[in-house]
């Protein structure tokens, strides 16, 4: 429903233009004077403001400088005697959206009210789209813009993450993707989401975590203007661009007991109000959360609702670290080196086995995330078009990493050299086998008799297995 703001010092004018306005089906509020005017306007904040030219104290004009001033998308319409028709135009040039002179009949009153009101849809109109253009431009930025998503990996536990996927985004069930961070929780909910019956609709996201609990609500479900300071304009809310298609809420495990509350709500009944706002809004959008968090633990501990974590735990789905399937990191390298080519203005064709192998030893504690960025890092400092061991970060080839060999510096015999050399092979080896003497002997390429030798030899122990 349309509001509409009325100025009027004379007291049957005013009423007058009121029950215009109440006829037509809108709401109205009125003033009698331009000080009060103004107060109301940003306290009601009305779709348009239908204001007397010549008024004692505060006049039209400066009821017109004062709004706009404050905000400057504001429809003013100027109410003016016919002698007066020279200042309703400089009102126009200053900003009102028309002007009517005195004495006026009704249907001329709601002809204007109805132009004002066009505007005011089209300005709204206009608002979602530049809304749906920041976020386009977030996600295009980002690198990230809606298209085919594919799921890289070909263990068995990506296979399964892809048939889970494939038969949830046939239905409009609510999912909760669980893993930890840099795993690849925004692109199963992507691909969910291109699969889905809503793929030509918007997917919109939104990070619970990077927001405080005042601008995540505004930013889930909107506000209207003047909802709080600086809300100068009627703001939509993420839900509402998310509607027809579908919204992902990532690291729902941080939002406040509050926003709780509003968003079991927003899941159950897709309703909703814009802060600041009275009218409920209803939404079709297909919800996806995300957390790193252990929910089931949160909710023991009374940190998140029951109900709700029962309300987004339909469908989960689990995502496995990269350490638990680690036959993928082959496929992903390769993934990685042709996606990063552009940015890196690197063509690699390899990577050496050493560099492979200090890969696969590595226990990955920030994911596939961490994987693409030690990648673009062997790109950059590679020389070649091969990726060598001495191109990764420090972190990959230290001993923690892979072992890779060290040449001793210094004056040294040969004999010491090789023995020095030996020690490490053993202790890779000895550790690559987990502690069990006869893999162990078996990747040396040498007996089970002389390993117990040298193992005695360099002081090899059980406790190095696990170094």
């Known amino acids: 429903m349309t509001k509409i703001l009325v100025i009027e010092d004379n007291d049957t004018l005013r009423e007058g233009i009121v029950q215009v306005v109440k006829r037509m089906g809108h709401d109205a509020c009125s003033a009698s004077n331009g000080k009060t005017g103004v107060e109301l306007y940003f306290s009601e904040n009305p779709d348009l403001v239908v204001s007397d030219l010549k008024m004692d104290g505060m006049d039209g004009m400066e009821v017109l400088k004062t709004i706009l001033k404050k905000d400057g998308t504001a429809l003013i319409m100027i ?32 002809q204007k009210i109805i132009k004002g009101i066009e505007l005011s849809e089209g300005r709204k109109k206009t608002s979602r789209l530049e809304r749906e253009n920041d976020l386009l431009r977030e996600e295009i930025s980002a690198g990230k813009a809606a298209g085919t998503i594919e799921m890289i990996g070909s263990s068995p536990e990506m296979g399964e993450v892809v048939k889970r996927i494939l038969k ?12 930890e961070s840099g795993t690849g929780k925004e692109l199963v909910a992507r691909a969910i989401h291109e699969n889905s019956p809503r793929a030509k609709g918007p997917f919109v996201k939104v990070n619970c975590a990077a927001l405080a609990e005042s601008l995540l609500e505004s930013e889930l479900f909107g506000h209207e203007k003047g909802a709080f300071t600086g809300a100068i304009r009627q703001k939509l809310g993420r839900f509402e661009l998310a509607d027809g298609g579908t919204i992902f809420l990532d690291e729902i495990g941080d939002i406040s007991a509050t926003i709780q509350t509003k968003l079991l709500r927003a899941i159950q009944e897709r309703q909703f109000e814009r802060v600041g706002g009275e009218s409920t809004i209803e939404v079709d959008v297909r919800i996806v959360t995300a957390t790193n968090k252990d929910l089931e633990k949160e909710v023991e501990e009374g940190n998140f609702r029951q109900d709700l ?22 496929v992903l390298v390769e993934h990685f080196i042709e996606k990063l080519e552009v940015r890196t203005r690197k063509h690699i064709e390899r990577v050496s086995p050493d560099a492979l192998e200090a890969l696969h030893e590595y226990r990955w504690p920030g994911n596939v995330r961490e994987l693409e960025n030690v990648i673009e890092h062997a790109m950059v400092f590679a020389d070649g078009m091969t990726i060598e061991i001495q191109d990764l ?23 010491d050299i090789l023995e020095d050399l030996e020690d490490q092979l053993i202790r890779r080896a000895y550790r690559k086998a987990k502690g069990v003497k006869t893999e162990t002997a078996r990747l040396l390429g040498i007996k089970a008799s002389a390993l117990y030798y040298k193992l005695e030899k360099y002081g090899i122990e059980d406790s190095d297995a696990r170094a």
Do not use: C, W
């Open 309 to 330: 974590f029962f309300r987004l735990s339909v469908i989960p789905i689990i995502l496995p670290p990269l350490r638990k399937r680690m036959t993928d990191i082959n």
């Open 393 to 415: 970060p420090a972190m990959l080839v230290g001993k923690k990493a892979g072992d890779t060999l060290n040449i001793p510096k210094g004056d040294r015999s040969l004999p």
């Open 168 to 179: 949830v985004a046939k239905s409009d069930t609510t999912v909760h993707i669980f893993g």
């Open 79 to 110: 109410v003016t005697a016919f002698g007066s028709i020279e200042k309703a135009v400089e009102a126009m040039q200053k900003g009102a959206y028309d002007f009517i002179p005195k004495p006026f009949p009704p249907d001329l009153l709601r």
